[in-house]
């Protein structure tokens, strides 16, 4: 076995197998899918592929561009630009941890990092290309690619195809794993000195009152704060379709130019949330419950970065999924989304514990 220092963690790369590499205090094994098996080589052209900014039409995009490292892999913008400044209707989702997700992107449309990965390079708000061929031009022709595609996976170059493009990046993308927060020491490592009283108090309401560990889960030992689910929890209300007529506008939309694409150049088609996926009623408006870990680092908030900061989000579902207590209800939310009645000094140790979710690598000194 090979050990390399890549980035934000450090990975036991298996020679082959199904098996997980090493990961910090308080996340499993990575999960590695038997046709991927990581290599070292496989990662570093990963890597280089997630920032080559050739890969859309303007030649000044790249995956890194919405998912920069300085910004814990986000972009800290309400939704992302893409080609021209063009804008979406998506916050950009951090990469760290998303290992671990059994789905991806906010509807849940692709079931893997290797199948994500492919579909912005073809999006016309993200890097506008028309179909992936402009990319195998790139990789088939350029020595240096040429040299690191052999290495990886033992082929010549004009052998290359998008299926050796997407394993690569979805290699690297698996080695940006970040736990080992003072949250992981306090209640995995039993330090009970790594949080404060206030996030400690703040874990109680995590727990209890607040009800929070209902959807974003902790293990007895690890924790992903997710359960892979999907829920409607008013952010959209104010856009999803309020008759049948627009409902089949935007369902035709869909139809039409596929979720990718319809998703993001259309908030009421953006509104329908996991439906424009699966077409289930139950689905309507929700949206995949996003990590917390290092949540301090991503704001702005929600799928659609409509919430600035954390004491927003708390306050958001103390009200029941509302921002003010005066809004009105939304229609459709789930079951779980009521008012919580917390006190604003719970409020405030809520927040606290939401910092001690930041990995040890982010914290300033």
């Not at 996003?290 to 680092?297: A, G």
Request: proline share 6%; net charge neutral.
């Amino acid at each position: 076995m090979k050990r390399i220092v890549l980035g934000l963690s450090i990975l036991t790369l298996l020679g082959g197998g199904g098996g997980g590499g090493e990961a910090p205090l308080g996340l499993p094994k990575v999960p590695i899918p038997k046709d991927n098996p990581q290599t070292a080589e496989k990662i570093q052209l990963g890597d280089k592929l997630f920032h080559d900014e050739r890969f859309s039409t303007t030649g000044k995009v790249s995956c890194a561009t919405c998912h920069a490292k300085d910004k814990a892999f986000t972009d800290h913008l309400p939704v992302s630009e893409g080609i021209d400044q063009l804008k979406g209707t998506r916050n950009a989702p951090t990469v760290l941890n998303a290992a671990y997700f059994k789905s991806q992107f906010w509807d849940g449309r692709e079931p893997s990092l290797e199948e994500q990965s492919a579909q912005p390079f073809i999006n016309s708000v993200e890097m506008g290309l028309k179909d992936h061929e402009p990319i195998l031009k790139i990789v088939r022709t350029d020595p240096e690619y040429g040299r690191m595609f052999e290495k990886a996976f033992g082929i010549k170059p004009q052998q290359i195809t998008m299926k050796e493009v997407k394993k690569a990046i979805a290699s690297f993308e698996r080695t940006l794993v970040a736990g080992d927060s003072p949250f992981d020491r306090y209640f995995f490592g039993g330090d009970k000195k790594a949080m404060s009283p206030a996030a400690i108090r703040g874990l109680e309401v995590f727990l209890g009152k607040g009800r929070c560990v209902s959807c974003h889960t902790i293990e007895q030992d690890h924790a992903l704060f997710t359960n892979h689910l999907f829920h409607n929890i008013g952010v959209a209300a104010q856009r999803m379709p309020v008759n049948l007529d627009e409902l089949r506008t935007a369902v035709e939309e869909v139809k039409k130019k596929g979720v990718d694409v319809a998703v993001l150049s259309n908030p009421k088609t953006e509104s329908l949330g996991r439906y424009a996926v699966t077409r289930e009623l139950s689905d309507m408006g929700a949206f995949k419950t996003s990590t917390l870990r290092n949540i301090e680092l991503t704001a702005p908030y929600m799928h659609d970065g409509s919430l600035k900061t954390l004491e927003e989000v708390v306050q958001f579902y103390n009200n029941g999924g509302r921002l003010k207590e005066t809004d009105p209800i939304p229609e459709l939310l789930d079951g779980g989304i009521r008012p919580l009645n917390l006190t604003p000094e719970q409020q405030a140790d809520l927040v606290e514990f939401l910092k001690a979710l930041t990995s040890s690598q982010f914290i300033k000194k």
